[in-house]
């Protein structure tokens, strides 16, 4: 039969410079056009291709090397993470559910565009504005130089006015999504964004408040994006978590690798001779 799912192909206007780069896939933002006043920008991300055989090669490498029942738990958890990340249609339902926890505040997580069917090798999402962390400290760096006296390249209050708001954007920023992620992963849904790093966490901010504005809703906004290897705690992973860093704190060796055991980070067998390396 004839599928009726209208066919945006030649709607589509694509940018094939790469705004992002990882082992797995690629971002790039495209353009769709489907007759209405204004076009939707999105960012599909693009698995790269031939990746399966190399990962199955290494991870037989790594089986035949160590056989250890730790190093097997290991190596069982890095293949299914791998699988998970390979796998773009399932980074879409992450997504999916991540919106579930994470809108929250000035939290948030841009949604599946849901005209770009995903597939194993293709997820599209909303455009997100602003820049990454890491983009963010770059910019800084940049601001920063150019205060030196010897250059007279910019407005030097300005430029501090502007260090100090990004500054303390990116601190109220980053404080807020660790909680909501500490909160979320440990003692409620257990659901958790599993890579975490400055390229994944974007921060917008809003020129256009005032001081006043600022003072009492804040001034920023956060968007989280690259669910490839989200997870889920149990509740027994979430009292394994809660265990071990308790443990921790009282420097007790026992909580430590119990709360260890519990999450699934090492097993029962490995216990005994890993107390020593822990104490």
Known sequence: ARST????????????????????AQAHIVTLDEGRPTEETMIIKVKRPGLEDPVRREMAMFEEVE???????????VRATLEREMNLGTEAVEINAAQKVYNQGRVSVPPVVTAI??????????FVRGRTIDRVNVKLDEVTAALDPRKHTVN?????HYVANLLAAQAEALYELTQLWFREAVFESGFFHGDLHSGNVFLALDEDK???????TGNHRVTVIDFGSSGQFSRKQQQGVVEYAVGVARG????????????????????????????
Request: hydrophobic content about 40%; charged content about 30%; aromatic content about 6%.
């Open 5 to 24: 799912r209208p066919d945006f192909r030649a709607r589509l206007t694509v940018n094939y410079e790469a705004i992002g780069s990882g082992t797995i």
């Open 67 to 77: 056989k250890s029942a730790f190093a097997e738990k290991l190596i069982h958890d």
């Open 156 to 160: 030097r209050s300005v430029a501090r």
């Open 210 to 216: 005032t001081a006043f504005e600022r003072r009492f």
């Open 252 to 279: 007790r060796t026992g909580e430590v690798l119990d709360g260890l055991v519990k999450t699934g980070t090492i097993v029962k067998s490995d216990r005994a001779a890993l107390r020593d390396t822990v104490e």
């Open 117 to 126: 069917v995903p597939s194993d090798s293709l997820v599209a999402i909303s």
